[in-house]
């Protein structure tokens, strides 16, 4: 049996459920309007707007601010920089998985 796993480094900017939600989002479409991705999360708008703050702050995702008709709104992008930490991320939980999968086979295996 192997030893114990070093984890691979997961992004502390993205790791908590809500921004993964707001970053996976935003990974499938140019841009989303707040409300869309709010719902989408089941968050609240303060809730939202944390998050969101949190990830415009480490670059991760931009604010486009205008309006639709005379209503203002809030469109949320994912950043070429929010994109490669997304993808860095979940390679990370995959590769975190998939160790552990190894090694329960291989625990399996041999009894265990």
Not at 24 to 43: I, N, T
Not at 55 to 73: D, I, Q, S, T
Not at 78 to 92: D, E, M, S, V, Y
């Amino acid at each position: 049996m192997t030893g114990p796993m070093v984890p691979p480094a997961l992004d502390k900017e993205i790791h908590h459920p809500t921004r993964l939600a707001v970053a996976a989002f935003l990974s499938g479409c140019a841009e989303a309007e707040f409300g869309a991705v709010r719902d989408y999360c089941g968050v609240s708008d303060s809730v939202m707007s944390k998050t969101v703050a949190a990830l415009e702050k480490a670059g991760y995702v931009g604010v486009r601010k205008g309006y639709f008709g005379k209503r203002p709104r809030t469109w949320i992008s994912l950043t070429f920089t929010g994109r490669q930490k997304l993808a860095a991320h979940l390679a990370a939980l995959e590769e975190i998985a998939g160790a552990a999968r190894r090694a329960g086979a291989e625990g399996t295996a041999h009894g265990a």
